[in-house]
């Protein structure tokens, strides 16, 4: 038995808990807030603020833990660095957690170290350098905060008018204490990608089936597997995804996207941790889901293969008030009376506008469209009180 300390206690986390647990492990869930979901479901818990370097040093050394899994961004990962010379494996590695992180590291590392295709881009720590960042990019174009998640601070620029709200909705959307900005040319996409990507200790790197995936606010409504690409598409976003994990290096599961055009694959961000829109794979597609992989890639364990086995798609549940009651959801019953279905709820003790609750999972031989339909109806039915 492995103990591991989890940093990000959310549904992603939650779910790598359930896999870990499943296998043996003994996990800490840590956290800024009581109550998380890993929480729920993890051995241990800690609660502290992860921008606190003297509280993360102080947990680590009451634990001892075997591995550090980063669930979340908002992490002080310079001190990974020194975990590792302690003895502790950090996942992927420090490395890793420290360039994606932050977009400027990765972002650069991708498109400069490697040569890796990406969008045209440049970064902004005032207004005034967003504003030459959008003469270089042209408009419309893409600003958002280096250190964020699921989409805050993410927005388009448009016109002139758009510029210093922009820089402001970034800085609000900003995780830690960076205040900084990426800003990136549109590119005109045909659809955006996930592509799952599996680094092994002791074997080679593995691909799931590309998910698709639609967008509101930066953050994801749908999701679904497979999305029909292309094969020279698909073989060049494997490519471009093996180097860049390659060169961050360790072992784990990572969320990479791509924006798919007609010249190609373009490279967009990379999550080193099982990724929101891979949540579709809870509902049968693969023979292991993403967060099984994950758990099997840490603790050195065999990967035989990735197999898809049936379509599916999912749809997020979302809080439309704010409160700190504990949510009641209606319709679950009228959602539930589907076949090849599931709904996951993510017992998050607080609410707030947008917030991600809970997820619906259909899947079976329909067309992907057709399940993202049925996915979606069935969030409907669900309402948070």
């Given at each position: ?313 999912s749809a997020v549940v979302l809080a439309e008030g704010e409160s700190t009651a504990t949510p009641v959801f209606k319709g679950l019953e009228d959602a539930m009376n589907t076949l090849n279905s599931e709904v996951r709820l993510f017992g ?38």
């Amino acid at each position: 038995m492995k103990k591991i300390l989890l940093l990000g206690s959310g549904e992603l986390g939650k779910e790598f808990v359930i896999a870990c647990q499943r296998l043996g492990q003994h996990i800490i869930a840590v956290d800024s807030y009581a109550n998380a979901p890993a929480m729920q479901v993890a051995d241990e818990s800690e609660v502290i603020s992860m921008l606190d370097g003297e509280a993360l040093d102080r947990i680590v050394a009451k634990h001892q833990p075997d591995f550090i899994v980063p669930e979340i961004e908002a992490i002080r990962t310079e001190r990974f660095y020194d975990y590792e010379k302690q003895g502790i494996k950090v996942i992927p590695s420090a490395k890793a957690a420290n360039y994606t992180m932050n977009r400027k590291a990765i972002r650069d590392m991708a498109a400069i170290d490697l040569g890796v295709r990406t969008a045209t881009y440049s970064y902004a720590i005032n207004a005034e350098e967003l504003r030459e960042g959008v003469n270089k990019c042209g408009m419309p174009c893409v600003v958002k905060p280096l250190m964020s998640s699921s989409g805050k601070g993410q927005s388009v620029i448009r016109a002139e008018a758009d510029i210093e709200k922009a820089w402001t909705y970034a800085c609000e959307g900003s995780r830690g204490d960076l205040q900084e900005v990426i800003v990136e040319g549109f590119i005109d996409f045909d659809y955006e990608i996930t592509l799952l990507t599996v680094t092994q200790n002791d074997g080679p790197t593995l691909f799931c089936p590309p998910i698709g995936h639609r967008q509101e606010r930066g953050d994801y409504q749908e999701s679904w597997q497979p999305m029909p690409m292309i094969p020279e598409h698909l073989k060049e976003a494997q490519d471009m995804a093996a180097k860049v994990t390659a060169e961050l290096g360790g072992a784990g599961i990572w969320g990479v996207e791509f924006f798919i055009t007609a010249e190609g694959a373009y490279f967009s961000e990379l999550s080193p941790r099982p990724h929101d829109t891979g949540m579709v794979t809870l509902g049968k597609t693969q023979n292991l889901n993403e967060f099984e992989l994950h758990a099997r890639a840490i603790l050195s364990l065999p990967i035989p293969e990735i197999k898809l086995l049936q379509n599916g798609a999912s749809a997020v549940v979302l809080a439309e008030g704010e409160s700190t009651a504990t949510p009641v959801f209606k319709g679950l019953e009228d959602a539930m009376n589907t076949l090849n279905s599931e709904v996951r709820l993510f017992g998050k003790p607080a609410t707030r506008p947008y917030r991600r609750m809970g997820v619906t999972l259909k899947y079976g031989t329909n067309d992907v469209k057709e399940l993202v339909e049925q996915a979606q109806e069935m969030a409907a039915k669900i309402n948070v009180k």
